[in-house]
């Protein structure tokens, strides 16, 4: 361990430290071995120490003391994530928020929170003091913190009506502490948020978080199986532009991907079956059934919960979605990966089909119907055949030409996971409360190489030599 490191680590001795090796490197990692060129790149990652704060006065202590001795900080929820987000590049201290789980306050349309408290709990939380629940959550909802999936997150199960984690209203209020000499709490509201939602915690740490809630209920999961696949996308779209039916999840999966990955439900499908994931409340279910009797493609309800007639029960039907589904077909097929594609509105169903017809066995459509602007479209999670990397920067090109804008799971960068550009306001605030660049190095292009080009992959200059995690 570096001797500035190791100086960071003793001054912070009173506090929850961990340097055990094995416990240490697992909490480098996250999910970033669903992508093969990740894994390649990262797999040796790992941090000097953990800390687990208490309190916000503990978080402030960790970032003046590495701040002081130059130690890079990063900061992990439940380490759930997908590109390598809260996998320290240059080792250092990794922050744990796993001791701020508290339920602060609960008012009618919203709740204030500890950033390390889990999905789950929170909504466990707010459904027994007055019957109300997270508007969307991350479909890793029973692991990830409330704080990771503001920093890290996107949308998730109740995107299809509520649209993106950061669309207008979805999180009211963050406290951030910076990485200063003498670490500065700001309240961010409205326009401020953008700053550090999303951001990876490049540029701030987040204490407290204050989000919207909506009224709870005990949503009825549905599984609809169809033998066309343009009926099913056109049935949980048209699904999406029903206003008077409350749905939570609205999920496309192209065959045999519920027949090939999907144990529970195999014996209810055959190969052919595309296959539709529904979460409806209970009191919109006879509108849904209206719906589903008036839709084409001869759609078959094979399962719902709030009639269970399988032997073997499937579970919440959201574990099937989003990222699940990467998940789940990884344990069948390890050469399964991923893109995350962008079917805007309005011609949404006529790109899905597109592609498929480009693509499909090699690209198997994977679509989580979301709000964009009010309006429906599509977020593709689609499930790859991986050979090669020029091959999976091809399929993204060829996405790209096609008017289809793909979030690029395989980088570990904001700009590259996101719209190849930086995002000004986060740099900027990046420049003002993290003037060392000690938060989560080598996440931000523009913070280590404003001219960077985009014509290949970035590799942070600072990135671990591989040979250091054999020593
Ligand atoms: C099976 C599976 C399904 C998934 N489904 C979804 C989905 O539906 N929607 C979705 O958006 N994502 C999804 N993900 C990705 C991930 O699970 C979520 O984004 C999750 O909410 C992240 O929470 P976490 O606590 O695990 O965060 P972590 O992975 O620990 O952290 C994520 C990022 O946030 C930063 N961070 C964490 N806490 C703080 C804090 N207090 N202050 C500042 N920065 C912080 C970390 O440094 C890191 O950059 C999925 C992943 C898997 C493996």
């Known amino acids: 361990m570096k001797a500035s490191f190791a100086a960071a680590k003793a001054a912070l001795s009173h506090m929850e430290i961990d340097e055990s090796p094995v416990s240490v490197r697992s909490k480098s990692r996250d999910f970033f071995w669903y992508s093969p060129v990740l894994k390649a790149r990262l797999d040796h990652v790992v941090g000097d120490f953990v800390v687990a704060p208490r309190s916000e006065a503990e978080v402030i202590e960790v970032l003046r003391v590495c ?84 920093a890290g997150g996107s949308g998730g199960v109740g995107s299809c009506t509520w649209g993106a984690l950061r669309d207008l209203g979805n999180i009211i209020r ?29 540029n701030g740490i987040i204490t407290e978080i204050e989000m919207p809630l909506a009224p709870a209920y005990d949503w009825v999961d549905l599984f609809v199986a169809f033998e066309d696949f343009q009926a099913a996308a056109a049935y949980a779209d048209g699904l999406g532009d029903e206003p008077g039916i409350l749905i939570k999840l609205a999920t496309v999966f192209e065959a ?30 006879d509108g849904f059934m209206t719906y589903t009797g008036r839709a084409g493609g001869a759609p078959r309800i094979i399962w719902r919960s709030d009639r269970p007639d399988w032997t073997k029960e499937p579970g919440p039907v959201f574990e099937y979605g989003w990222n699940h589904t990467t998940l789940r077909a990884l344990k069948v097929d390890p050469t399964i990966t991923y893109l995350q594609v962008r079917y805007g509105h309005p011609d949404h169903l006529a790109k899905v089909m597109a592609i498929r017809e480009k693509f499909s066995p090699e690209v198997l459509q994977h ?11 599509m977020a593709g999670l689609s499930l790859v055949k991986f050979t090669t990397e020029a091959r999976l920067d091809e399929i993204v090109r060829i996405h790209e030409d096609m008017g289809c804008m793909v979030f690029n799971p395989h980088r570990y960068t904001l700009e590259e996971g996101g719209r190849q550009t930086v995002d000004d306001r986060q740099l900027r605030f990046k420049q003002e409360a993290d003037p060392k660049g000690i938060l989560n ?17 970035y590799a942070y200059q600072g990135l671990q030599a591989p040979v250091r995690a054999a020593e």
Request: proline residues 6%; glycine residues 10%.
């Open 67 to 150: 701040h002081a001795h130059e130690v890079p900080v990063t900061v992990r929820g439940a380490g759930t994530g997908n590109y390598g987000q809260a996998m320290p590049l240059a080792g250092g201290c990794i922050l744990h928020m796993k001791n701020m789980v508290a339920v602060k306050e609960i008012h009618p349309g919203r709740v204030v929170v500890e950033p390390g408290c889990l999905l789950r709990d929170l909504d466990a939380a707010t459904k027994a003091h007055s019957g109300q629940e997270l508007r969307m959550f991350s479909s890793t909802w029973a692991t990830a913190t409330i704080g990771g999936f503001i």
């Open 441 to 457: 190095p080598g996440k931000m292009i523009a913070w280590d190489d404003p001219a960077w080009g985009y014509d290949r992959m």
């Open 174 to 202: 963050l406290r951030v502490v910076t990485a200063e000499a003498e670490p500065r709490i700001l309240e961010f509201r409205g326009e401020e948020l953008a700053r550090v939602s999303h951001a990876y915690g490049t």
């Open 256 to 285: 045999p991907v519920a027949f090939d990955y999907f144990q529970r439900v195999k014996p209810h499908v055959n190969a052919g079956s595309h296959l539709v994931g529904l979460m409806v409340a209970p009191h919109a279910m």
């Open 367 to 377: 679509l989580e119907v979301m709000k964009e602007s009010g309006k429906t479209m």
